[in-house]
């Protein structure tokens, strides 16, 4: 048996479980067409449930709730429910953070203001699939509100795709997309050049970068040890390798091994031959 709690519109409804206490949000075409606050009623057909993120408390989530139009929180099931497509079972729990980051995102555009995303670009090469979601629902926004967001924020609803199929918070996605950022420039210093982004060689590396820091903040192995190998065929690579997980170390405070700076100086060593 449900109460509802409040009518958000037509077509989401807060409400509590009254076998649980939980509070839920349905979301659904027409679900909260003729509901009244106080209601109970037993089931609730044809609209999915939602529950608060367990890092907010009720206090934050129902002023989440209270502070932005309903239509962001029916956007945001809707990216959701891409994402579900795309990838089967995720975390909703976004829901209510990831609402609350549109109707902020669309407030700042309203004012001419513009929230630049510096990794927009690594973003789109390191989460792909995530980032195709996130283009849905950029579509979805005109939709419903008949607002065109830009690159930027399509970077930045990506991560909070990202967060809802791992267990990365999307502040730590952005200190990864920085660390791979700076290492990248790095690279390019040393080249004197550029690296050419839409090679395949230049996608694995940031894809390679990306799973060597997860692997070292997770305190996961590689077993198949390449050191001796590239130090006597890619030394100066090698070199390179090492100064940038150096770097790396003092923004997630954890050693590279050099089984680690290894692997990625073969990667550094592709992208020198193409750029050769």
């Known amino acids: 048996m449900f109460k509802i709690l409040k009518v958000l519109n037509n077509n989401s409804i807060l409400v509590i479980d009254l076998d649980t206490k939980q509070e839920l949000i349905f979301l659904g075409k027409g679900v909260g067409f003729g509901k009244k606050v106080n209601q109970n009623v037993s089931e609730i057909e044809n609209a999915k449930a939602y529950r608060f993120t367990e890092q907010q408390s009720r206090q934050e989530s129902i002023d989440t709730i209270k502070s932005i139009s309903p239509v962001f929180i029916e956007i945001a099931g809707g990216i959701i429910e891409e994402a579900e497509k795309q990838f089967g079972n995720v975390d909703n729990n976004i829901l209510l953070p990831l609402a609350d980051h549109i109707a902020f995102a669309i407030k700042r555009m309203e004012q001419g203001i513009e929230l630049k995303n510096p990794f927009a670009k690594e973003i789109k090469v390191l989460f792909e699939e995530e980032y195709n979601v ?59 050049a550029m690296l050419d982004d839409a090679t395949i060689s230049y996608t694995r590396l940031l894809t390679h970068m990306k799973f060597m820091i997860l692997r070292v903040i997770n305190d996961e192995k590689l077993h198949l040890d390449m050191t001796d190998y590239v130090l006597e065929n ?7 390798a090492k100064q940038i997980c150096n770097s790396f170390e003092q923004s997630i405070k954890k050693p590279f091994p050099n089984i680690e700076i290894s692997y990625f100086a073969i990667h550094i060593e592709r992208v020198k031959s193409v750029d050769e």
């Open 134 to 192: 996130a283009k849905k629902g950029k579509n979805l926004i005109n939709q419903k509100i008949g607002v065109e967001i830009n690159d930027d924020e399509v970077g930045y609803i990506t991560l909070h795709v990202h967060t809802a199929l791992t267990r990365e918070n999307v502040v730590q996605s952005m200190d990864v997309a920085r660390m791979i950022q700076e290492g990248i420039q790095t690279i390019e210093k040393e080249l004197g």
């Open 234 to 240: 890619f030394p100066d690579s090698f070199a390179l």
